[in-house]
């Protein structure tokens, strides 16, 4: 028996502790406004995200903070129950002077961190602080085909300080398929030029399996995606999507666009990762400033 931890019995133990606590994931979409970040929201939440759902997802909505506004579903699969909440954000971009639009956003997004800082710092804490970090923030780039506009690298740069961001590009449909590489390696090679570091993040490569992983990944962003929250019939199947006067775009299917590695990314392969990265990354430096300031 020497050396025999019981790891399937550890295993099973944290298994049964998340099925009881279950867990809260939460996600917020950004860009300007006309984008598809509200019909986003919707999609993700219609898609099989929570149809894979064993009981109908109930739905609650958190108080609005003045502008921004949360939606959480309760999803549950497998016994293991899934808060996931999605902040709508308005859009941005339509005012001539845009100086400062990030600043709502910033600071929401800086407001939960204060909200779990307050909670951890109490002498007698909660066993489970609640948690409504954002945990990822899937920014829309507006499909124009050039390069990103100064706007959207500010915002970015600003924003990957404090959150992980997941850039995509909006309404990909309206681009053709090399339109859409294309813009993709130029909005690549933006983010390079500019220090922009998005989800995943090199520098968080936790070991060589992980980097190969997710330079995969990383050569795919931004996602080109599409969103819908209409059903429609296709080959008898009930299928999300766009209809045009061509056709229907489905946006779950991977030949149409990227809006399944976009979900798969952030609700199943990456999900812990994007909850790590928050709290030991972007989290831990909030938290690291906001106590030198008070011990100042
Ligand atoms: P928001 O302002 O970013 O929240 O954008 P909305 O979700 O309100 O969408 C604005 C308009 O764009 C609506 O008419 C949507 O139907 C449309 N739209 C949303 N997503 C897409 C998309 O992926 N492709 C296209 N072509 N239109 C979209
Ligand atoms: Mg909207």
Redesign the pocket.
């Known amino acids: 028996l020497f050396g025999y931890v019981g790891i399937e019995a550890v295993l099973d133990q944290m298994k049964i502790k998340t099925m009881k606590t279950g867990f809260e994931f939460n996600i917020m979409v950004v860009?300007q406004?006309?984008?598809?970040?509200?019909?986003?929201v919707n999609t993700l939440f219609k898609s099989k995200v929570s149809r894979k759902a064993s009981q109908p997802s109930q739905e609650e909505r958190i108080p609005k903070t003045v502008q921004l506004q949360s939606i959480t579903h309760v999803i549950e699969e497998k016994g293991v129950k899934m808060k996931l909440t999605v902040t709508?954000t308005p859009?941005f971009g339509d005012q001539i002077n845009n100086e400062n639009c990030w600043d709502p956003i910033i600071k929401y997004i800086n407001e939960q961190y204060e909200r779990y800082l307050r909670e951890e710092i109490l002498i007698t804490r909660k066993r489970k602080i609640p948690d409504t970090r954002v945990h990822g923030c899937v920014y829309?780039v507006p499909p124009t085909g050039h390069w990103l506009r100064p706007l959207d690298l500010e915002f970015m740069r600003r924003l990957s300080k404090i959150v992980n961001v997941v850039p995509v590009i909006?309404?990909?449909?309206?681009l053709t398929l090399e339109e859409r590489a294309e813009f993709k390696q130029r909005i690549q090679e933006d983010l390079k030029t500019h220090a922009i570091s998005v989800y995943p993040q090199e520098d968080f490569d936790q070991d060589p399996d992980d980097r190969a992983l997710n330079d995969r990944i990383r050569e795919k962003i931004p996602f080109a995606?599409?969103?819908?929250d209409q059903e429609h019939q296709v080959n008898g199947k009930r299928v999300l999507g766009?209809k045009t006067k061509w056709g229907i775009i489905e946006v779950e299917n991977p030949a149409h666009c990227e809006f399944p590695l976009l979900r798969d990314l952030l609700i199943r392969s990456h999900l812990q990762d994007l909850k790590d990265i928050t709290h030991n990354v972007h989290y831990e430096s909030y938290r690291v400033r906001r106590l030198n300031e008070s011990n100042r």
Do not use: Y
């Open positions: 860009g406004s006309g984008l598809g970040k509200s019909t986003m709508d859009g829309f909006a309404k990909a449909d309206t995606v599409v969103g819908a766009r």
